[in-house]
């Protein structure tokens, strides 16, 4: 019995190191969670009469007009800005609310425009809706998680230098970004041409 009780105290045991371990990274995904739910009612207040729902019209029609540099380039832009903004955040002496706001604005940015494609495409483009936004946004979204993960421990050793395993983090990040990016410029390139008639 006594051999029982200890292997129940190691399952313990293992279970909250397991789950300290994992805290910031699931507190990251309920802040994009949050976000995106937000972003997703933001969208239904606003309506398909609004300026923001005409923007990403605007932006469905050009899309096969445009080749696959310009495109990547500018979703490269926007991950740069990203990157750029969590790196300060973590030198920054206030930047914890910093680093968590990055989650949730992204969540509330792809709630809005998830929303507004169901409501351009409704059901029947939920394909391109899964391969053009959903798919890569995923990757992007764990690109972020790590990318928060790194800055929430750069903010922890402010005072310290950075060590060549944090500069790698923030390496992989990046590219992983990219990569969902390329990713989703591809997807919308491939499956634009018949969404908008």
Known sequence: MPVRRKSNHLARKQIKSLWQARKSTIKYLLYFGIGLILGSLAAVICGSESIPFRILLNQLAILPKHGLWTLWREKLLYAAIIVLYLLIAARCLWGNPLILATPILFGVGQGAIITFLLMLLGWKGLTYILMSNILPKTVQLAAIILL?????????????????????????????????ALLQTVMQIKLSSGIIA
């Not at 310290?160 to 990046?174: H, K, S």
Request: glycine share 12%.
């Open 148 to 180: 928060c993960n790194t800055a929430q421990s750069d903010l922890k050793r402010l005072s310290g230098g950075e060590n060549i395993t944090q500069a790698l983090l923030w390496v992989v990040g990046a590219i992983l970004f990219a990569a969902g």
